[in-house]
């Protein structure tokens, strides 16, 4: 995290005296950059599922072919082991970030490999495809959380009055390149050629990669450091132990694979398994942490709160990009006051509703601030798990509709994602923010990755629920996942003065 000193007011704007919206240009640089990223990553995500059920059973009628033809089931613990993957990814990408090239670097090498995994996704077969989602997943994990940490990098430190609102600006750019990726990407990948729309991804991320090629000066000297850099022994140790872990990982698929037994699950089910588990030891591992002061320890206590509330909600949410694309393809009508559209495009409306109401949000809570009327992260967060609980209370109405047949009103989608994206604005860039606030000092590129495991272990129930055969769509988990966010949004208001109380002087 930036301290307060003389260096970090030097660093907060570009040599120049230039600014962007108010503020440090280097927050152009970094806008830029994530805006194109995220155009190539949601782009392909909103392919994902219907590559992966096209041609099979699950696909809908006159739907392009040539896909996977996997049934729902599958398809969906896919994509959900995927988009856990990439947020997985994260923390490690963050280590490398603190103890091996620095946020710059990281973020330079992760451009190259995203670029390569969109590639690999163009190129036809099975086996270029999950290559491609590997590489994909790997390159997002190292420049998410470092990415992130060069945005807080920027200012003068947690008190600085600009910083959650340069956390705003940088949340702009993610959903600037989502609206924009589902009209091309997805309209092209689906209705037209798989292939060629993730290429189109691939030339996304070397538009980014260029831009922050181009605009690194811009930011703060700070991003170029290593500020815990692995010793000699630790490198050798972490190389021997990694170089151990391959080999028996080739070891046992190699005997799966030669018994005849593998099946895709053998892959799925441990990375489903692993992705529950990883968030839960690294979280414990930072907790029992001996070189932490108390404040830090009694900040972590605080922040598992946070985590929990987190994971319930992207459970939930990430769903969009599965569950309900596939109810969007199945059972919504493709026309809306007699203009037809592509189902992928409705991956375009939480970005859109995001870029409307973020500054209203933003102004929203600056108005109420000045009236000490602000509720504080805790509230905020309480907001969103009930919000996106509703949401899919509401799902259940256009769900029983369609149950004899009929194709519902794009309005249901419209509606249930509108909602989920009020809830998003009151949790996720608060949750952004408090997590560069409440990390410990010797954890600060490694606390963004910690902040996007709670997406992974989210996605990892999602997929857990699917491997086991759940169907997803059906009426009765729908109340039941709605259920529990409600509870969840309402355990954590209930609990919040506690929470506050270990936050500590965080706000």
């Known amino acids: 995290m930036a301290s307060k000193t003389l260096d970090a007011d030097v660093t907060s704007a570009s040599p120049s005296g230039k600014t ?65 993957m990439v947020y997985l990814m994260a ?18 090498i992760a451009g190259f490999v995203i670029m390569s995994g969109h590639i690999a996704l163009a190129v036809p077969g099975q086996a270029a495809f999950f290559a491609g989602l590997l590489l994909v997943a790997l390159g997002s994990g190292l420049l998410k959380a470092n990415i992130s940490t060069m945005v807080g990098q920027l200012y003068n430190g947690p008190e600085d009055p600009r910083r959650d609102g340069g956390f705003t600006v940088f949340y702009m750019s993610i959903n600037l ?26 030339v996304g991320m070397a538009f980014g990669l260029v831009q922050f090629l181009l605009g690194s000066r811009h930011l703060s000297p700070k991003s170029s450091k290593v500020p815990n850099p692995l010793k000699p022994a630790e490198r050798n140790s972490l190389l021997v132990k990694l170089g151990i872990a391959v080999a028996a990982i080739a070891v046992f698929y190699a005997a799966i694979v030669g018994l005849g037994v593998y099946t895709l699950n053998w892959a799925l089910v441990p990375l489903t398994v692993a992705g529950l588990l990883i968030p839960i030891a690294v979280l414990v591992r930072i907790k029992r942490d001996k070189d932490l002061s108390a404040g830090e320890q009694s900040k972590m206590s605080a922040y598992i ?71 504080n992260t805790i ?34 989608l419209v509606s249930i994602y509108l909602i989920q994206t009020i809830g998003e604005l009151c949790l996720s860039p608060v949750g952004l923010s ?46 039941m996942q709605a259920s529990l966010a409600v509870l969840a949004g309402l355990a954590v208001f209930g609990y919040r003065k ?6 500590g002087d965080v706000h």
């Open 379 to 412: 509230v905020k967060f309480s907001m969103g798990l009930v919000l996106v609980g509703a949401s899919f209370f509401l799902f259940i109405i256009p769900m029983t509709m369609a149950d004899n047949g009929t194709l519902v009103s794009p309005m249901w």
């Open 434 to 479: 408090v997590t560069t606030k409440m990390a410990p000092q010797k954890y600060a590129s490694q606390m963004m990755g910690v902040w996007f495991l709670a997406v992974t272990a989210g996605d990892c129930t999602t997929s857990l629920l699917s491997l086991a055969g759940v169907n997803l769509d059906g009426n009765g988990i729908i109340a």
């Open 91 to 108: 923390y490690p990408g963050g280590w490398f970030g603190d103890r091996v090239w620095g946020a710059r670097k990281t973020v330079a």
């Open 177 to 202: 390149g989502a609206f924009v990726a589902p009209f091309i990407i997805g309209t092209i990948g689906k209705e037209y050629n798989w292939h060629l729309g993730f290429g189109i991804a691939a």
């Open 20 to 84: 962007f919206l108010g503020h440090p240009r280097g927050l152009a640089t970094l806008f830029m950059t994530e805006m194109w990223e995220r155009f190539s990553y949601y782009g392909m995500r909103a392919l994902l599922i219907y590559y992966l059920v096209s041609g099979g059973a699950d696909a809908a009628v006159g739907s392009q072919g040539g896909g996977l033809a996997m049934q729902a089931t599958t398809a969906t613990a896919i994509y959900s082991v995927y988009v856990s």
């Open 305 to 375: 709160w946070f985590f929990a509330a987190a994971a319930i909600f992207w459970m939930i949410y990430d769903q969009g990009g599965s569950t309900l694309s596939l109810f969007a393809d199945k059972k919504t009508a493709d026309n809306l006051f007699g203009l037809g559209f592509s189902a992928t495009w409705y991956q375009s409306l939480n970005p859109l509703f995001v870029m409307a109401l973020a500054p209203v949000f933003a102004w929203l809570w600056l108005w109420l601030s000045r009236r000490n009327k602000e509720p």
């Open 498 to 503: 506690r929470v506050q109380a270990l936050m």
